[in-house]
């Protein structure tokens, strides 16, 4: 009888050792998800920068290629030999300057005897003139020694045009290039002597969306450049073709850069180029480094004042937005935030929805790179 009432308390006391360990055990983990639940969370640190209204210069962006706005390849007219190379590479040289001279001594002695031809048709014109209007010589003779002396200058005009293209002359003002012809070399008619090329002005060729053509003026300002975000050389458009190409729809657009002085632009190079748009005012925009996109949109997070323990915070909320355009380092906002909210610039990567921050703008993050923004660096 002792020995069952003793097993019997044993028992008992172990049902209750077992129940407080599983009500300690709740108690405990009750206790340590009420703590973190009620610790308050360190704000994080952020930039931020003001939603505004601007001044907005739209534009449209294309690729071009660079051309001098006059530019040939300087060819020989006639065939012979190379006698004379009167430039060097790179040289300027003025309208009208002797470049390369082929080898005319033959058509100079023939000119000689042409030019005495003349002088002697001359001669015999002057006196069938004075004998005829005398009364002593005929019509028929005065009109053969007029033929004679019409023939000989045509000749001498002639034989003086082919000594005129075995000069070749600087067609305009310019820059010549390197050589393509040696002296005592023998050329055929069209042989490139060289490149030549006018570099203070430069034409640039560029296409544009058929959507957008109607938006393409003459006159209108273009900005090119050879990097993107420094388009520093100015011009206006001179040509827009009057078709679509059917295989592209793309239209083609030609503009002049007129302060090319310094030769910064060359034939041939690769340009940005952006027609500029009439400018619009109260636009909204905000740093493209504020908009993040996800699968369900494009959002910001607003910073918003709130009370909270007889303190005011700074709460981050998730919002929304649809972008427009962009331009440099901003974007429109269509929707979605409004001029003098705060949006966060970065650090977004460390946010959720309620989050506590802190603005600390000692940084100006939109000068930074924008990978590193990305990362919150």
């Known amino acids: 009888m002792k020995r069952r009432i003793v097993i019997s308390i044993v028992f008992i006391l172990a049902i209750g050792l077992c129940a407080g360990l599983v009500w300690f055990n709740f108690f405990r983990a009750k206790m340590i998800a009420n703590f973190f639940a009620n610790m308050p969370q360190p704000a994080q640190t952020v930039s931020a920068i003001k939603v505004e209204a601007r001044t907005w210069t739209p534009g449209i962006d294309a690729i071009g290629t660079a051309k001098a706005a006059n ?37 100079r002695a023939d000119l000689q ?11 015999a014109y002057e006196r069938a003139k004075t004998l005829t209007a005398r009364g002593y010589g005929t019509e028929a003779s005065y009109d053969e020694i007029v033929a004679k002396l019409a023939t000989a200058r045509s000749r001498q005009n002639r034989l003086q045009a082919i000594i005129n293209q075995k000069g070749l002359k600087a067609p305009f003002s310019g820059v010549i290039g390197i050589p393509r012809i040696d002296v005592g070399q023998y050329v055929q008619t069209g042989t490139t002597v060289a490149s030549f090329q006018d570099l203070d002005s430069m034409k640039v060729d560029f296409t544009v969306p058929e959507q957008m053509a109607d938006k393409i ?43 090319n002085k310094d030769r910064a632009l060359l034939p041939g190079q690769f340009l940005h180029v952006r027609a500029v748009l009439p400018t619009e ?79 600390d703008n000692s940084i100006d993050v939109t000068k930074l790179d924008a990978s590193k923004l990305a990362n919150g660096q």
């Open 217 to 259: 003026k003459l006159g209108q300002e273009v900005r090119v450049g050879v990097n993107e975000k420094t388009l520093k050389f100015v011009g206006h458009v001179i040509g827009k073709d009057p078709r679509v190409d059917p295989q592209t729809r793309l239209v083609a657009v030609q503009a002049l850069i007129e302060n």
């Open 71 to 107: 530019g040939v390849e300087l060819a020989v007219e006639t065939s012979g030999i190379i006698k004379q190379i009167n430039f060097k590479p790179n040289q300027y040289v003025t309208e009208g300057t002797l470049l390369a001279q082929i080898d005319d001594a033959v058509d």
């Open 113 to 123: 005897d042409v030019q005495a031809a003349v002088k002697l048709g001359e001669a």
């Open 281 to 359: 005012d109260n636009v909204v925009t905000v740093p493209q480094t504020a908009v993040i996109t996800s699968l369900y949109g494009n959002y910001v997070f607003t910073i918003e004042p709130t009370e909270k323990d007889g303190k005011t915070i700074d709460i981050v909320k998730q919002v929304f937005v649809k972008s427009g355009r962009r331009e440099g380092d901003v974007i429109e906002i269509l929707s979605g935030v409004t001029p003098g909210q705060q949006v966060v610039m970065s650090g977004q990567n460390k946010l959720q929805a309620g989050a506590a921050v802190k603005i």
